[in-house]
């Protein structure tokens, strides 16, 4: 596998749906996240009075905790928390989706967007099943230990 990059980072966590959010006196939470081209940022919409709102009302740093086998990523990505008021950016991010957590949808004035911006991240990808499972045999059959994929801190 070549070298992490972070090209491949967002190209991977494009395909996480959520992980785990936390941040200075919030404990993690289950997150969904999403992402826009060229933002070098994940988003997401959560009620006002939320801990993660007022959390991001204050500017805090936080992690989200990416583990998705499916996307062959795991990550643990540091970055602070920022409420955004661009009705643009909402409306690009709004889905279905977020829609059921609000009475009145898009509408509703209990939405915030918050955005988590990135500084650094370590990050593991993995090469996948097939990959892990020669990996392991070959490590059993001899010395070696498995490569099951590449490891890098990534700073943004």
Partial sequence: ??????????????????????????????MAHQMRDADNALWFITAKQ???????????????TLACAHAQ????????LSIETSKEILDDLWSPMAAVWFEDGRED????????????????LTDGGAKAMFEFAKAALGDDTPDLGDHAVLQF
């Fill in 109 to 124: 004035d209990d939405i915030c967007l918050v955005r988590f911006t990135p500084s650094h991240a370590e990050v593991w």
């Fill in 1 to 30: 596998m070549p070298k992490t990059t972070t090209k491949e980072f967002w190209n991977r966590v494009g395909n996480v749906t959520a992980g785990m959010l936390s941040g200075t006196d919030m404990t993690p939470r289950p």
């Fill in 50 to 64: 939320t801990d993660v709102a007022l959390a991001a009302a204050k500017g805090v740093q936080a992690q989200h």
């Fill in 73 to 80: 990523v795991y990550a643990a990505i540091d970055g602070t």
